[in-house]
C-alpha cells in the first residue's frame, strides 16, 4: 500500500479519497491543497505561478514522506488509527513552526475536515495545533485596538471599514496565507487554530519560513505580486471633505490652496457627483464644464480624483442594459436590491470581464477623456444593505464561495483599463482590498470610521497589519468620517492630532463628513445627498491652521523619503507603516507596541492619540540609538521615556542619525 508519490514537483498523499499535495512554491515557501474525490484544482485565488522554482526535495517513506524547499520543510505522517494524515512544518533548523492538529486516537478528529454541501461544494474547516508563545501579526484591517492577534476570532468577510486579508506574519518564523476567497472565520485560539469556509472546493493555503519578518514579507510578496511605484503625486498632501457638490466650490478650494501658497497634490471629488448612482458621469446641472474645471485643476498643478460607485440604481441609464446583458450581482431569493441608498441599488459585477470592460468605457469617456487620471473606488466590500452573504452569486461564483475577491477585481477594472489607455503612473484610492489587490495600483483606505481617540488608536493598528498583510498602500480619514464637529475644540484639538499622524502614513489625506450639514436639492426638488461643513486646514480655527501648514510643508520635506519607501514597496514589497519589529525583531518588547511605528527604517512614530494629551511614554528599540526630531537630543535604544508634545508637535525619532533633515522640523 502506497499512501505517497511525487506528482509534478510536488508530495501527493492518498486515502479514502481525499488527496492532498504539497508543492514548492516561491522561495522558501509550499503550497497545500487537498481534495474530496476530485482531482486536485489548478485554479488559484490569490497566488500566482512562480516565475523561477527549483525542484524540492522528497523523500517517501512507506508512513511518512517529507518534501523541503529551501528554509522550510513540511513531514507528512500515517497516524496509526484511522490512518489519518498529520503535517508538520519545519524551519531550517528543526523547530516546529505549525502543524496540524493530531486525530487524537479514538477522538478521530479530523485536521481537514470537509461537510459535503448540495451542488458539490463544501463547507471546511482546517485545525492546527496552537502554540500559545506566538504572536501574529495581519489579516488585513480590523477595527480594533490590538496589535497580537492571538486569542482573536475574526471574520474572513469583508465590511465597511474591515478588510479581511488572510495572511499574517507568526514570530516563530513564518508566514501563513489563506489561499481561500470563501467567506468564513479564523479562530487564533490558546488550543487550537481554525480556519473555516462557509463553502469551497478545496483546502489551499501556503505557508513559507523566514529568518525575519523582512524575508518571510518580501517571499509573500514574490507569490502575490507586488505594487506599482507610486506616482509623484501620490507623495503629498490630498484635500477632501464630503463633498464638494458643485464645480464652483471645487475650483474656489483649489484657488484659495494656491493663493496661500499651501502645495496640494491631489483634490477629490466625493459620490454623489452624478444623477443616478451606475450613471458614470458628472451631474451637468452641478458640473457644467467638468472638462474645463479639470484642465484649471491640472494648470494649479493638483490631480482631480472622482469617486466611483459600483452600485448600479434600478433608473440609472445604464441598468437595463446592464441586467439584460448579465452585468450585474444576482440575489438567489427576493428582489435584485442589494442596498438601499437614495433609491434601490444592485452592484456591477467587477468579477466578470465583461462587465469590467463596459464600466471603464463609461469612465474612460465621461472621465479618463476629461484629463482624470486618478479614481476613488468607494463601496469596495461591496456594501451590502444587509451582509446575507449567502444570498448573493457573482459571475465567479456564489459569494459565500468567492466573494472576498470582489475589491480586487474591482481595482483591477479600473487599473487595467487606465494601462491599456496609456497611463503608466496609476495610483486608486479604494474602500477594501483582498491578497492580490496591491499588483493593482490599490490604496487602501479605512473606511467610515468614527471621529474619536478610539477610533483613531485603532486606525494606527490598522496601518501596520494591512502593511504586514501585503498592501503597502494604506491611508485613513485625517480626523475621521462621522460625527466630527468643525466648530468644537475638542474636535480641532483631535484632527491636528490625527493630521500630525496623517503626515506619516503613506498617503496623507483629508476627509470626514463634517458636521452641520447642509441639504441640497435639485432644480427638479429631489433631496440630493448633503454636503458636510468646511473641512480645509484654514476651517479649525486660528490655532490649528499654522500646524497644519506646517505638516503639509513637512510632508513636501518628506518627498525624497517617501518615495523610497515606495520604490521598496515596488520591488520587494515591504510596508511602508511598519511595526518595531520589523526592523529590530530581536527586541521583545518591539512585538507589544500598539500606539507607535516606523515609517520607512528611520522614523519612529509616536502619535498623540489620547484627549488632552501633551506628553507621552515612547519606547525606543535597542540595536540603534535615536535622534528627538524636535529637540535634537540623542538617546540610547532599549529604553522608554516620557516625552513632550504641546500640541504643536508629536514625537517623532530618527534611528542614527541617518535621516537629519527632519531634526528641528517637527
Same mark, same amino acid.
Given at each position: 500500500?502506497?499512501?505517497?508519490?511525487?506528482?509534478?514537483?510536488?508530495?501527493?498523499?492518498?486515502?479514502?479519497?481525499?488527496?492532498?499535495?504539497?508543492?514548492?512554491?516561491?522561495?522558501?515557501?509550499?503550497?497545500?491543497?487537498?481534495?474530496?474525490?476530485?482531482?486536485?484544482?489548478?485554479?488559484?485565488? +490569490?497566488?500566482? @505561478?512562480?516565475?523561477?522554482?527549483?525542484?524540492?526535495?522528497?523523500?517517501?517513506?512507506?508512513?511518512?514522506?517529507?518534501?523541503?524547499?529551501?528554509?522550510?520543510?513540511?513531514?507528512?505522517?500515517?497516524?496509526?488509527?484511522?490512518?489519518?494524515?498529520?503535517?508538520?512544518?519545519?524551519?531550517?533548523?528543526?523547530?516546529?513552526?505549525?502543524?496540524?492538529?493530531?486525530?487524537?486516537?479514538?477522538?478521530?478528529?479530523?485536521?481537514?475536515?470537509?461537510?459535503?454541501?448540495?451542488?458539490?461544494?463544501?463547507?471546511?474547516?482546517?485545525?492546527?495545533?496552537?502554540?500559545?508563545?506566538?504572536?501574529?501579526?495581519?489579516? *488585513?484591517?480590523?477595527?480594533?485596538?490590538?496589535?497580537?492577534?492571538?486569542?482573536?476570532?475574526?471574520?474572513?468577510?469583508?465590511?465597511?471599514?474591515?478588510?479581511?486579508?488572510?495572511?499574517?506574519?507568526?514570530?516563530?518564523?513564518?508566514?501563513?496565507?489563506?489561499?481561500?476567497?470563501?467567506?468564513?472565520?479564523?479562530?487564533?485560539?490558546?488550543?487550537?487554530?481554525?480556519?473555516?469556509?462557509?463553502?469551497?472546493?478545496?483546502?489551499?493555503?501556503?505557508?513559507?519560513?523566514?529568518?525575519?519578518?523582512?524575508?518571510?514579507?518580501?517571499?509573500?510578496?514574490?507569490?502575490?505580486?507586488?505594487?506599482?511605484?507610486?506616482?509623484?503625486?501620490?507623495?503629498?498632501?490630498?484635500?477632501?471633505?464630503?463633498?464638494?457638490?458643485?464645480?464652483?466650490?471645487?475650483?474656489?478650494?483649489?484657488?484659495?490652496?494656491?493663493?496661500?501658497?499651501?502645495?496640494?497634490?491631489?483634490?477629490?471629488?466625493?459620490?454623489?457627483?452624478?444623477?443616478?448612482?451606475?450613471?458614470?458621469?458628472?451631474?451637468?446641472?452641478?458640473?457644467?464644464?467638468?472638462?474645463?474645471?479639470?484642465?484649471?485643476?491640472?494648470?494649479?498643478?493638483?490631480?482631480?480624483?472622482?469617486?466611483? =460607485?459600483?452600485?448600479?440604481?434600478?433608473?440609472?441609464?445604464?441598468?437595463?442594459?446592464?441586467?439584460?446583458?448579465?452585468?450585474?450581482?444576482?440575489?438567489?431569493?427576493?428582489?435584485?436590491?442589494?442596498?438601499?441608498?437614495?433609491?434601490?441599488?444592485?452592484?456591477?459585477?467587477?468579477?466578470?470581464?465583461?462587465?469590467?470592460?463596459?464600466?471603464?468605457?463609461?469612465?474612460?469617456?465621461?472621465? @479618463?477623456?476629461?484629463?482624470?487620471?486618478?479614481?476613488?473606488?468607494?463601496?469596495?466590500?461591496?456594501?451590502?444593505?444587509?451582509?446575507?452573504?449567502?444570498?448573493?452569486?457573482?459571475?465567479?461564483?456564489?459569494? @459565500?464561495?468567492?466573494?472576498?475577491?470582489?475589491?480586487?477585481?474591482? @481595482?483591477?477594472?479600473?487599473?487595467?483599463?487606465?494601462?491599456?489607455?496609456?497611463?503608466?503612473?496609476?495610483?486608486?484610492?479604494?474602500?477594501? +482590498? =483582498?491578497?492580490?489587490?496591491?499588483?493593482?495600483?490599490?490604496?487602501?483606505?479605512? *473606511?467610515?470610521?468614527?471621529?474619536?481617540?478610539?477610533?483613531?488608536?485603532?486606525?494606527?493598528?490598522?496601518?501596520?497589519?494591512?502593511?504586514?498583510?501585503?498592501?503597502?498602500?494604506?491611508?485613513?480619514?485625517?480626523?475621521?468620517?462621522?460625527?466630527?464637529?468643525?466648530?468644537?475644540?475638542?474636535?480641532?484639538?483631535?484632527?491636528?492630532?490625527?493630521?500630525?499622524?496623517?503626515?506619516?502614513?503613506?498617503?496623507?489625506?483629508?476627509?470626514?463628513?463634517?458636521?452641520?450639514?447642509?441639504?441640497?436639492?435639485?432644480?427638479?426638488?429631489?433631496?440630493?445627498?448633503?454636503?458636510?461643513?468646511?473641512?480645509?486646514? =484654514?476651517?479649525?480655527?486660528?490655532?490649528?491652521?499654522?500646524?497644519?501648514?506646517?505638516?503639509?510643508?513637512?510632508?513636501?520635506?518628506?518627498?525624497?523619503?517617501?518615495?523610497?519607501?515606495?520604490?521598496?514597496?515596488?520591488?520587494?514589497?515591504?510596508?511602508?507603516?511598519?511595526?518595531?519589529?520589523?526592523?529590530?525583531?530581536?527586541?521583545?518588547?518591539?512585538?507589544?507596541?500598539?500606539?507607535?511605528?516606523?515609517?520607512?527604517?528611520?522614523?519612529?512614530?509616536?502619535?498623540?492619540?489620547?484627549?488632552?494629551?501633551?506628553?507621552?511614554?515612547?519606547?525606543?528599540?535597542?540595536?540603534?540609538?535615536?535622534?528627538?526630531?524636535?529637540?535634537?537630543?540623542?538617546?540610547?535604544?532599549?529604553?522608554?521615556?516620557?516625552?513632550?508634545?504641546?500640541?504643536?508637535?508629536?514625537?517623532?525619532?530618527?534611528?542614527?542619525?541617518?535621516?537629519? =533633515?527632519?531634526?528641528?522640523?517637527?
Amino acid at each position: 500500500m502506497a499512501f505517497f508519490e511525487r506528482e509534478d514537483r510536488g508530495l501527493l498523499f492518498r486515502e479514502n479519497g481525499e488527496m492532498v499535495l504539497v508543492s514548492p512554491w516561491g522561495r522558501d515557501g509550499l503550497r497545500v491543497r487537498a481534495r474530496i474525490l476530485e482531482e486536485i484544482g489548478e485554479e488559484s485565488a +490569490a497566488l500566482l @505561478a512562480p516565475q523561477e522554482q527549483d525542484d524540492a526535495v522528497i523523500e517517501i517513506g512507506e508512513m511518512e514522506a517529507t518534501i523541503t524547499n529551501g528554509r522550510i520543510r513540511a513531514r507528512l505522517a500515517v497516524q496509526p488509527w484511522g490512518r489519518a494524515l498529520q503535517m508538520t512544518f519545519y524551519n531550517e533548523k528543526g523547530e516546529v513552526l505549525l502543524q496540524e492538529i493530531p486525530n487524537g486516537g479514538a477522538l478521530q478528529k479530523k485536521a481537514r475536515a470537509f461537510r459535503a454541501l448540495p451542488g458539490g461544494a463544501f463547507s471546511l474547516k482546517a485545525s492546527f495545533v496552537s502554540n500559545p508563545k506566538e504572536k501574529l501579526y495581519g489579516m *488585513g484591517q480590523y477595527q480594533q485596538e490590538r496589535m497580537d492577534l492571538k486569542g482573536c476570532s475574526l471574520e474572513l468577510a469583508h465590511r465597511n471599514s474591515q478588510a479581511s486579508v488572510p495572511f499574517y506574519i507568526s514570530s516563530l518564523g513564518y508566514g501563513f496565507l489563506w489561499n481561500n476567497a470563501a467567506v468564513g472565520e479564523v479562530h487564533f485560539g490558546l488550543n487550537t487554530t481554525e480556519w473555516t469556509s462557509m463553502a469551497t472546493r478545496q483546502l489551499d493555503y501556503w505557508i513559507t519560513a523566514g529568518d525575519t519578518p523582512a524575508q518571510i514579507e518580501e517571499a509573500y510578496a514574490e507569490v502575490t505580486g507586488k505594487t506599482p511605484m507610486m506616482p509623484e503625486y501620490g507623495l503629498g498632501f490630498w484635500q477632501c471633505k464630503l463633498r464638494y457638490y458643485n464645480q464652483e466650490q471645487v475650483l474656489d478650494i483649489a484657488r484659495e490652496y494656491r493663493r496661500r501658497e499651501i502645495p496640494v497634490d491631489v483634490l477629490v471629488i466625493d459620490y454623489y457627483h452624478w444623477p443616478r448612482c451606475g450613471d458614470w458621469r458628472f451631474d451637468e446641472e452641478y458640473f457644467p464644464a467638468p472638462k474645463e474645471m479639470v484642465r484649471e485643476l491640472h494648470e494649479l498643478g493638483i490631480e482631480t480624483m472622482v469617486s466611483i =460607485w459600483p452600485q448600479v440604481d434600478w433608473r440609472s441609464e445604464n441598468y437595463e442594459e446592464m441586467k439584460q446583458q448579465g452585468l450585474l450581482v444576482k440575489s438567489n431569493t427576493g428582489l435584485d436590491v442589494q442596498m438601499l441608498f437614495h433609491g434601490n441599488n444592485v452592484f456591477m459585477d467587477a468579477t466578470n470581464p465583461r462587465t469590467r470592460e463596459y464600466v471603464w468605457e463609461k469612465c474612460r469617456k465621461n472621465y @479618463a477623456d476629461l484629463g482624470i487620471r486618478t479614481f476613488w473606488l468607494d463601496e469596495a466590500e461591496p456594501e451590502f444593505t444587509t451582509y446575507d452573504f449567502d444570498n448573493y452569486r457573482y459571475c465567479a461564483g456564489p459569494v @459565500a464561495e468567492i466573494g472576498n475577491i470582489y475589491p480586487r477585481e474591482y @481595482a483591477r477594472l479600473f487599473y487595467e483599463g487606465q494601462r491599456a489607455n496609456g497611463q503608466e503612473d496609476i495610483v486608486n484610492l479604494i474602500r477594501c +482590498a =483582498w491578497a492580490g489587490s496591491q499588483r493593482y495600483g490599490a490604496l487602501v483606505w479605512s *473606511g467610515d470610521i468614527m471621529s474619536t481617540y478610539e477610533d483613531f488608536r485603532k486606525q494606527i493598528c490598522a496601518g501596520i497589519h494591512m502593511g504586514i498583510a501585503g498592501i503597502p498602500w494604506w491611508t485613513t480619514d485625517i480626523g475621521g468620517f462621522h460625527g466630527g464637529v468643525t466648530a468644537d475644540p475638542d474636535f480641532r484639538e483631535l484632527l491636528v492630532r490625527w493630521f500630525q499622524f496623517g503626515t506619516f502614513c503613506p498617503v496623507m489625506r483629508i476627509h470626514g463628513c463634517r458636521q452641520p450639514v447642509e441639504q441640497i436639492v435639485n432644480q427638479a426638488g429631489e433631496v440630493r445627498e448633503n454636503t458636510g461643513a468646511d473641512n480645509e486646514i =484654514w476651517s479649525f480655527g486660528e490655532e490649528a491652521y499654522p500646524i497644519l501648514v506646517k505638516f503639509i510643508r513637512l510632508r513636501e520635506k518628506m518627498r525624497d523619503y517617501t518615495r523610497e519607501l515606495m520604490r521598496e514597496a515596488h520591488e520587494k514589497g515591504t510596508p511602508v507603516m511598519r511595526a518595531l519589529f520589523y526592523e529590530f525583531p530581536e527586541d521583545a518588547a518591539c512585538w507589544d507596541l500598539t500606539d507607535e511605528y516606523l515609517y520607512g527604517p528611520d522614523l519612529l512614530i509616536a502619535p498623540i492619540c489620547h484627549p488632552h494629551g501633551t506628553s507621552r511614554t515612547v519606547y525606543l528599540p535597542s540595536g540603534a540609538w535615536w535622534v528627538n526630531a524636535a529637540t535634537g537630543e540623542r538617546v540610547a535604544g532599549g529604553q522608554s521615556l516620557t516625552v513632550d508634545a504641546p500640541l504643536s508637535t508629536l514625537p517623532v525619532f530618527v534611528r542614527d542619525g541617518r535621516q537629519a =533633515w527632519i531634526i528641528g522640523e517637527v
